[in-house]
């Protein structure tokens, strides 16, 4: 880095820290927007200006103080989470000043980042958001989840909760593009429902206006259903353990309708229908399929450059509005990826 370069670069940043952890519902008093300084740029790092960051839903269960497969968030301390953003300087060879990369250190303006924690972003392929959502994590939690843990083949019909969610969304039009014979998504407004299905869902039902288990056996039909892809839990993965057919594949990606509950989740009540159906229930972490990321970009590059695949965001905008959009997302606010635009 040049002296003149040093002089124009940030010693400090905005940040969002922890300042107490939420029981049940996080609220605003939680988070405190915060300056702390930047430290030293060593060799092998960069300097990255953040341009998006991601929320998600796990992030509620980092929250708490809890042995998980997570570390907790540590209070007082800036939260972290996906970020992509422009390299504002560099002392790595393989990073220069105007890479966009995507990194873990969200949830700031600023972040020093050792260079192995950063994978550029091909911001000739789609804009730098897309590399949080449709080609990041988001994209390869669907593809692995459907395809590597659920175990998807041609003619399948599958079942999709939170389907108009960032993962879910993907998921049904992943399946759609590799020849599912049915796509059934839950959401959770008559605006989401009719999104899903001009995303190419066979059939879309809002779980606030019946009992789920009722609208999924009519929209699941007499064949049933072979793959549930499960973002939320309790009665929705009670209602397919009803629907799905002898040898059905269950993928466990969340279970976000209990992150905010305080009591332990009543459903699902008929788990041993598991037994008489030979079903599979396999929980995954996104992490641990990594090894699949290039097989996943190549084919999604494919499907966003045809039409198979498209993708939805929700962005709000300012650093310290990132605490709202998280408990909107809760809340389901968010249609697709919810994004922060610093």
Not at 20 to 49: H, I, K, Y
Request: hydrophobic fraction near 45%.
């Amino acid at each position: 880095m040049s002296g003149s370069q040093d002089r124009a670069l940030p010693a400090v940043t905005r940040e969002i820290q922890l300042a107490s952890r939420p029981v049940g519902r996080p609220a605003p008093e939680n988070f405190r927007l915060a300056e702390s300084p930047l430290p030293e740029l060593r060799d092998g790092q960069v300097l990255v200006r953040n341009q998006f960051i991601s929320v998600d839903p796990y992030m509620r269960g980092r929250m708490n103080d809890a042995k998980s497969y997570s570390a907790p968030f540590a209070l007082d301390k800036a939260l972290d989470g996906g970020a992509v953003g422009e390299v504002i300087a560099s002392r790595a060879a393989d990073r220069k000043v105007g890479d966009a990369v995507v990194h873990h250190l969200g949830w700031r303006e600023y972040a020093v980042v050792d260079v192995s924690a950063t994978t550029p972003a091909r911001t000739d392929l789609a804009p730098a958001s897309a590399f949080l959502g449709a080609l990041g994590m988001t994209g390869l939690t669907a593809y692995a989840g459907l395809l590597k843990v659920a175990g998807f083949k041609a003619g399948d019909a599958v079942f999709v909760s939170g389907a108009a969610g960032a993962v879910g969304s993907l998921v049904g039009q992943i399946a759609k593009a590799m020849g599912a014979s049915r796509v059934i998504g839950s959401a959770g407004s008559p605006e989401k429902v009719a999104r899903l299905l001009e995303l190419g869902f066979d059939a879309a039902f809002n779980y606030r206006d019946a009992p789920v288990r009722d609208q999924l056996k009519a929209a699941a039909g007499e064949t049933g259903i072979d793959v549930y892809f499960d973002n939320v839990g309790g009665d929705h993965l009670e209602a397919a353990l009803s629907v799905l057919n002898v040898g059905g594949r269950v993928a466990m990606c969340g279970a976000i309708a209990q992150y905010n509950s305080t009591e332990p989740p009543a459903a699902p009540r008929n788990l041993a229908l598991a037994i008489g159906k030979q079903l599979t229930l396999r929980g995954f972490l996104v992490g641990s399929y990594r090894q699949y990321a290039g097989e996943f970009a190549e084919h999604m590059a494919g499907w966003l450059a045809d039409g198979s695949v498209s993708y939805d965001e929700t962005v709000v905008d300012g650093l310290e509005n990132a605490p709202q959009a998280f408990i909107d997302l809760l809340d389901g606010a968010n249609t697709g990826k919810m994004l922060v635009r610093i």
